[in-house]
């Protein structure tokens, strides 16, 4: 059995973040990342971004290992024991521990009664899957119209291939852009070359030397590579068996239209991320923190957020705590064009645009009850800690 002061469960953004918070206030503790992956902790959004435009591979690597973590890959933990303060992992072995952080991130949603070898891009690993993959293959499909499809779609169009993405929603990030701005992306991403099929659930998929993928409306459409994105499920299952608050919440349709169905919503925390055991945090993807501008609880699944959030974790877990109120921010790069935002994003809010919008820049605001509780910077057009002031502010 090995004991360690800091036991950190994910080797992602989180992980590595929580390693430098640490280290700001304990030099000398011993840390150990257990992480599933087979890769040391690296920079997710490099996966479906710069890595597809020339930025070299050594560059996603994180110095985690630099800060004295021990890091140990290939590690699947399966029990968390609170009495005992112990964790074990898929082969029986035992990790002891003073403080825990829970940085397991999110899984990918996945087409039910499909296929194996549809990429549910995520990882590392799916990046080299796919790097691979498109080097014999000619037409990529991709499931998902949201912010990794999106991502990707534009990104293996830049690379040479040719792309099709189809998705249920009206629009490309339609759930995240307000009716214009998302039809406008349909036009603006078929102008480079990408065949964009709107408003199809997928019925069945199918493989043999190729992929067949049946639509809603009665197409059969064939890929040599396919690729979902469909959004994601927090990796709660540990805390959940623990006994920890994991929340519930019925989760939205599948691709395929299937019924609802439950699923945890994350680990809640309290402001300075720590569950309800005194002795173990959150962070990163799979925390349930509070919000503290808008007042209400949320998880957040982007790199700013992972970054943020395990530092002030991993200052806490070293006895330095701070509340966490951060207001984290995101991005995406889609062609030449560049947004990013803070808040809630969702064009179910009321939305406002003011600028130029779609050609120029621009900002779009998202109000609830009055208030602004989104922004988002289309283009450039106003810096991210601009953004930020405006969350809160009566509409």
């Known amino acids: 059995m090995k004991s360690y002061r800091y036991l950190i469960v994910g080797g992602g953004l989180a992980a590595d973040a929580a390693v430098m918070g640490i280290r700001a206030v304990d030099s000398e503790g011993s840390i150990a990342i257990l992480s599933e992956e087979p890769h040391p902790p690296y920079r997710r959004p490099m996966l479906s971004k710069a890595l597809w435009r020339g930025t070299p591979i050594d560059e996603v690597w994180l110095p985690t290992a630099e800060a004295g973590a021990e890091i140990h890959t290939g590690i699947q933990v399966?029990?968390?024991?609170?009495?005992?303060?112990?964790?074990?992992?898929?082969?029986?072995?035992?990790?002891?521990?003073?403080?825990?952080?829970?940085?397991?991130g999110c899984i990918p949603r996945t087409l039910p009664q499909a296929p194996d070898g549809i990429l549910y891009f995520r990882t590392l690993s799916d990046y080299f899957t796919l790097r691979e993959a498109i080097t014999e293959a000619e037409h990529i499909g991709i499931i998902g119209g949201g912010y990794i499809g999106s991502e990707l779609g534009a990104s293996l169009t830049i690379n040479g291939k040719r792309v099709t993405m189809l998705f249920p929603e009206t629009g490309i990030c339609a759930r995240l852009l307000p009716p214009p701005l998302s039809d406008w992306l349909n036009a603006f991403y078929r102008e480079r070359g990408v065949e964009v099929i709107t408003g199809v659930l997928v019925q069945r998929v199918s493989r043999d030397n190729r992929w067949q993928v049946h639509l809603s409306d009665g197409q059969t459409l064939i890929f040599d590579a396919l690729v979902a994105g469909l959004g994601v499920l927090p990796r709660d299952e540990l805390a959940h068996q623990a006994g920890l608050t994991t929340p519930t919440e019925f989760s939205p349709p599948t691709q395929t239209g299937t019924p609802e169905k439950k699923s945890l919503d994350g680990v809640r925390v309290n402001r300075f991320l720590q569950t309800a055991h005194p002795d173990v945090y959150a962070a990163g993807d799979v925390a349930l923190f509070p919000y503290a501008r808008l007042g209400i609880e949320t998880r957040v699944e982007h790199e700013d957020h992972a970054i943020a959030s395990g530092f002030y974790a991993g200052q806490a877990m070293a006895g330095e705590a701070q509340p966490y109120e951060h207001l984290p921010m995101f991005y995406s790069e889609l062609f030449d064009i560049r947004y990013e935002a803070v808040g809630l994003i969702d064009s179910q809010l009321e939305v406002r645009m003011e600028g130029d919008l779609p050609t120029e820049a621009g900002v779009i605001t998202?109000?609830?009850?009055?208030?602004?509780?989104?922004?988002?910077?289309?283009?450039?057009?106003?810096?991210?800690?601009?953004?930020?002031?405006?969350?809160?502010?009566?509409?």
């Open 78 to 104: 399966m029990r968390l024991d609170l009495d005992t303060k112990c964790v074990q992992d898929a082969r029986g072995e035992e990790w002891r521990f003073e403080k825990l952080l829970l940085a397991t």
């Open 366 to 395: 998202y109000h609830q009850q009055g208030r602004i509780v989104g922004a988002l910077s289309w283009r450039n057009a106003m810096p991210v800690d601009d953004l930020r002031e405006l969350i809160g502010h009566s509409s």
